[in-house]
């Protein structure tokens, strides 16, 4: 079974950082895309950020210039770089992973970690 396990979340005061990990494990196989969603309380799952094995990255506009994804050295593993964090950032953040770029969800997810920003 294929699993993603997430790491790095916490609680931080309004312009802190926090650096998110994820790692898959039982594959053997390269996912071509791996990304980082989140979902705030009372709010719709959005997308954060992606990354393809070509290294093409896609973020959504309310984190442009703010946060920044990364693949890591060993395989099937993704980071999520947060810098001048806000209140509204506050989520449960999820990684997610698809073995095709042209899925149309994630094949796989973690189980969440919670980033929590104080005012």
């Known amino acids: 079974q294929v699993q993603l396990v997430e790491s790095g979340g916490g609680l931080v005061q309004a312009g802190g950082s926090l650096r998110l990990s994820c790692g898959a494990s039982g594959t053997i196989f390269s996912f071509e895309i791996m990304g980082w969603y989140r979902q705030a309380p009372g709010k719709q799952r959005e997308l954060v950020a992606t990354?393809?094995?070509?290294?093409?990255?896609n973020y959504a506009d309310s984190v442009k210039g703010r946060f920044t994804i990364s693949r890591g050295n060993a395989k099937n593993t993704v980071s999520l770089q947060m810098n001048s964090l806000k209140p509204d950032d506050t989520a449960v953040y999820y990684c997610?992973?698809?073995?095709?770029?042209?899925?149309?969800?994630?094949?796989?997810w973690g189980q969440g970690t919670q980033v929590t920003v104080a005012s």
């Open positions: 997610a992973a698809a073995y095709q770029r042209s899925s149309r969800s994630a094949d796989y």
């Open positions: 990354i393809t094995s070509g290294f093409e990255t």
